[in-house]
């Protein structure tokens, strides 16, 4: 519930790497401003489901967040994309087909 009643979602993470919060965040269609650090880049994707950050550049983060506030029509869009992504690239369904190939792979 968090996640959907919030307009964005801000992630100072320095160090990560495929970080579920950010899937929990695109999964409510919530979009997301954090640092191009490890795996973030993965999910947030610049300009289509948030804002990527310089590394460790406050200034930067901020203007994301501000950009993304001002910007309501920007922000809607975002919200769409993250839905459609988390559902097309991270079902749950989609996540036991993988797993389901990868134990095959092995046993074989």
């Given amino acids: 519930m968090a996640y959907s009643a919030a307009d964005l979602f801000i992630f100072p993470t320095r160090a990560d790497n495929l970080p579920l919060v950010l899937q929990e965040s695109m999964a ?13 880049p993965d999910l947030v994707r610049p300009m289509v489901t948030g804002y990527l950050a310089k590394p460790e550049d406050a200034k930067d983060f901020c203007n994301g967040i501000v950009e993304l ?40």
């Fill in 69 to 108: 506030l001002e910007n309501e029509q920007l922000q809607q869009t975002m919200s769409v994309n993250c839905r459609t992504i988390a559902l097309t690239e991270y079902s749950l369904e989609l996540q036991a087909e993988r797993y389901i190939k990868l134990y095959k792979e092995i046993l074989l």
């Fill in 28 to 40: 409510c269609g919530t979009p997301m401003v954090s640092f191009d650090i490890g795996g973030v």
